[in-house]
């Protein structure tokens, strides 16, 4: 949990950065896909919904939209309950 926390806080710090400077881009979709995968491994599937949804707001690559729509899809049933 620790290691996980501490990666949250490293993409975290990456998508501050990338927003301050104004850039999108496959780099920036990855910060925000391995967000995700911290949210889930911390438990936090709506967490990880909303970190998925943002990555393909900010031109990700064909590979990580596909990705993102895998994972949203096997989520997307956990959070409604």
């Known amino acids: 949990e620790d290691e996980t926390d501490e990666a949250r ?25 391995g967000l995700a995968k911290c949210y889930e491994a911390l438990g936090n599937p709506a967490g ?7 990555a393909l707001e900010v031109e990700a690559s064909e ?5 993102v729509r895998e994972a ?3 989520l997307k049933p956990r959070t409604k309950r």
């Open 9 to 33: 806080e490293y993409f975290l710090s990456a998508i501050r950065e990338a927003r301050r400077i104004g850039t999108t881009g496959p780099a920036v979709a990855g910060s925000y896909i």
């Open 48 to 54: 990880a919904v909303s970190a998925y949804t943002k």
């Open 63 to 67: 590979e990580q939209v596909s990705e």
């Open 72 to 74: 949203l899809r096997r």
